[in-house]
T-cell receptor, first 114, second 114 residues
């Protein structure tokens, strides 16, 4: 089955710097890669997702890149702000029945220092 | 529009007690999921329901049962609670099954078993 590894487990940056979180996946058939942000004590919320037919997607200060050959994808946050502090989870899945459920990485705790 | 609603928000049980966690969504989604979240472990799928009338095991189903009561509601039951089931439980829903659709999460149930 699918396995998703996420690095680093913790990341501390200064306000205004960029942050990059990387994930690798094992199933070459995976074709959907969402990223979730979870603030302390809150629900995970989808912030951006990418499908395998796209190499990069941007939404304001957030971008995700996908390298299908290397089986890894990354979240990029530019001009970080204190409100970006949270735990970020990547996930991967592929379409189809019982094989198609999301498999999550173990999370990255991002701290943005003012 | 409440999205995904979970009850209760907090619960303390004694070992061996039983209880049912409730989840309801008002987005007319077909698929629903139950996850558990433990420190450093990310989100792990317990059970899912691809559509009304169907349920299937996820990664960590032992000790749990589920019922898809109708299209809106998906409950999770602990028949004989054990301390290892102390966790935060999240319900989620998506428009379609197969894992390659955005999932929307509820606020979670924080469950402690003594």
């Amino acid at each position: 089955g699918e396995n998703v590894e996420q690095h680093p487990s913790t990341l501390s940056v200064q306000e205004g710097d960029s942050a990059v979180i990387k994930c690798t996946y094992s199933d070459s058939a995976s074709n959907y890669f969402p990223w979730y942000k979870q603030e302390l004590g809150k629900r995970p919320q989808l912030i951006i997702d990418i499908r395998s037919n796209v190499g990069e997607k941007k939404d304001q200060r957030i971008a995700v890149t996908l390298n299908k050959t290397a089986k890894h994808f990354s979240l990029h946050i530019t001009e970080t702000q204190p409100e970006d502090s949270a735990v970020y989870f990547c996930a991967a899945s592929r379409y189809g029945g019982s094989q198609g459920n999301l498999i999550f990485g173990k999370g990255t705790k991002l701290s943005v220092k003012p | 529009n409440a999205g995904v609603t979970q009850t209760p928000k907090f619960q303390v049980l004694k070992t061996g007690q039983s209880m049912t966690l409730q989840c309801a969504q008002d987005m007319n989604h077909n698929s629903m999921y139950w996850y558990r979240q433990d420190p450093g472990m990310g989100l792990r799928l317990i059970y899912y329901s691809a559509s009304e009338g169907t349920t299937d095991k996820g990664e960590v189903p032992n000790g749990y049962n589920v019922s898809r009561l109708n299209k809106r509601e998906f409950s999770l039951r602990l028949e004989s609670a054990a301390p290892s089931q102390t966790s935060v439980y999240f319900c989620a829903s998506s428009e379609a099954p197969g894992g390659n659709q955005p999932q929307h999460f509820g606020d979670g149930t924080r469950l402690s078993i003594l």
